[in-house]
């Protein structure tokens, strides 16, 4: 028996809810919405996007699981375009020379339909240097797609005129980074691209301000965990410095501070205490600051010591 509940089957709005005759609850499933208490028909026939066949066990799920990556936009066509061959036929047998040269011409053609115009040309252009850039950086999958998501999207608000297509892909780079909370620096970003670093941090203000992106400043326990890897310090010194860094974003010390003068301070003061610290130049040099601000984070943090440690014995 089916009710005369109404479904839109094109907007696939299912009805959901109790069931109204013995208000038990509903399920979803092959393209039917039923009660699983008494077995009423809410719904029917409308767009089921599951698999068109079952599995019992693993070799019945591999045998008929489909394959082909999933679509991604850090691609031009996204994955879902065709590819032609170099190789024989479906057989392997190799092709003639004639057939050849006529799908080398097909292989052409296909390349040129990609891109038509000039637009879809500088986008295709765009994806193909970020994907060198995201390999220079050694960057992961999820940060490749999220830049692409931000390129695009300022591609669709007309963000290019002015600016150099490099630029644009490093700012999208380097906000896709921060936003991922993965540590790239403006220098590094610049190092790997053909652009410099005061066109990557332009290119960044103008996407952060128009798109409207929901950054937050770097974390010194990011830096922190770099400056400690380079060098290879004693997991006792480590963790007082994680602690010092800790102490000083409680007490707000931080605000308008270079984070990697901090984390540089904290992993100084830390190696004193624990008698196994580096020189204050090899420290400022690893952070990227100067010996001047090295020192007055750890004169910093050395009072903040001091204080914490006055309130507790008093």
């Known amino acids: 028996m089916t009710t005369n509940l109404s479904i839109d089957v094109r ?68 994955g879902v375009s065709s590819r032609i061959g170099w190789g024989g036929d479906t057989h392997g047998t190799p092709l003639s020379s004639g057939k050849r040269r006529r799908i080398a011409r097909m292989r052409t053609h296909d390349r040129r339909a990609v891109a038509g115009s000039k637009r879809e040309q500088n986008l295709l252009r765009a994806l193909s240097e970020m994907a060198r850039l995201v390999s220079a950086l050694e960057l992961s999958t999820s940060v490749h797609e999220e830049a692409s998501v931000l390129y695009r999207r300022a591609y669709r608000e007309n963000l290019m005129h002015g600016r150099t297509i490099d630029g644009l892909v490093a700012g999208a780079v380097y906000a896709a980074c921060r936003r991922q909370d993965v540590l790239r620096t403006t220098e590094e970003i610049a190092a790997g691209s053909s652009v410099t670093v005061h066109d990557v941090r332009v290119s960044y203000r103008v996407l952060n301000v128009e798109l409207g992106l929901a950054v937050e400043p770097v974390s010194p326990h990011l830096y922190l965990s ?51 610290g580096h020189t204050q130049p090899e420290v400022a040099e690893a952070a990227g600051v100067t010996v001047v601000t090295l020192r007055k984070r750890y004169y910093d943090l050395e009072t903040l010591c001091g204080e914490r440690e006055a309130r507790t014995s008093g």
């Not at 038990?24 to 699983?36: F, L, N, V």
């Open 226 to 276: 770099r400056l400690a890897s380079q060098f290879d310090v004693p997991p006792a010194v480590r963790r007082r410095a994680g602690e010092l860094v800790a102490l000083a974003l409680d007490s707000d010390i931080t605000t308008g501070k270079n984070p990697a003068g901090v984390a540089g301070g904290a992993l100084y003061l830390a190696g004193i205490e624990q008698l196994c």
């Open 11 to 78: 907007n696939g709005e299912v009805p959901t809810g109790d069931c109204p005759e013995c208000a038990g609850p509903t399920a979803t499933e092959r393209g039917e919405t039923i009660c699983t208490g008494c077995g009423l028909v809410l719904a029917e026939d409308f767009l089921d996007r599951g698999a068109e066949w079952r599995a019992f066990d693993a070799e019945e799920t591999r045998g008929r699981s489909r394959v082909g990556a999933p679509t991604t936009p850090a691609l031009f066509d996204r």
